[in-house]
């Protein structure tokens, strides 16, 4: 379920007791996130072991395997009319969740593709083997 629906009582009282809505949506966001980190985590780690090298033929099947898991990582949180729309070149990945009416839309784009390997960065060796036995969170997605 997106935040918005989640959590209406912080969208809808900006003004109360100070702090603002920036300051609540953030500490609203970042409970949330602590309360499931290790799922989404997991999540995570399972998106960017998907080697979406954008500019390597050879990964075609990949880009497709990458859309995939975009398009059902937004319906398993609520989102709705969720396509993977075919291009001449990769597919782009769409959704709304149209049900809060009143309040600003919001856009929401980036790449789901990955940047190739590097001199400095180990990339594909790093998202497929261990990635975060003790190394910080690394990885190289576009956007």
């Known amino acids: 379920m997106p935040l918005s629906a989640g959590t209406g009582s912080i969208l809808n009282d ?12 953030s500490q609203a966001t970042d409970r949330y996130v602590q309360q499931n980190k290790d799922r989404l985590l997991e999540e995570l780690k399972q998106f960017i072991r998907i080697p ?3 500019t390597l033929p050879e990964n075609k099947e990949d880009i497709e395997r990458a859309a995939r898991f975009v398009a059902d990582s937004l319906k398993a949180v609520g989102m709705e009319n ?33 940047n190739p390997p590097t001199r ?9 083997s261990r990635p975060f036995a003790t190394e910080p969170l690394c990885a190289r997605r576009g956007g």
């Not at 309040?103 to 980036?110: D, E, I, S």
């Open 14 to 25: 900006r003004d109360r007791k100070g702090g603002g809505y920036n300051s609540r949506m």
């Open 52 to 54: 979406s090298i954008s």
């Open 82 to 114: 969720i396509e993977v729309i075919r291009t001449q070149g990769h597919p782009l990945v769409y959704a709304d969740w149209l049900h809060a009416p009143g309040k600003p839309t919001v856009l929401c784009y980036g790449h789901y593709d990955v």
């Open 120 to 128: 400095w960065s180990s990339g594909r060796a790093l998202r497929l």
